[in-house]
């Protein structure tokens, strides 16, 4: 399954995130928010205009790792992500 994750190599559930779903074998297309400003500016846009994000924003959190995964599913939870591969 295709997996669009949003997340920083400097953030170690991101780098967790990795392994596990390269370890399942999920088609990833990883985009590292602090590598590349065009990354960043798509990520603030998602976080700005999605809903999920209100928990991590209030505790003061970035919200990496996000995914979305090609049946439409948005999330910030990597269990999630796994049962659905």
Known sequence: MKVIMYGTHLCKDT??????????GADLEFRNISASLTEMKA??????????????????????PYFELENGMKTLNLQEVLEQI
């Open 15 to 24: 780098l967790y995130a990795i392994y596990k779903l390269e370890d399942k």
């Open 43 to 64: 990520f603030l846009k998602i976080r700005d205009e999605e809903a999920l994000f209100d928990g991590p924003k209030k505790e003061g959190k970035i919200g990496v």
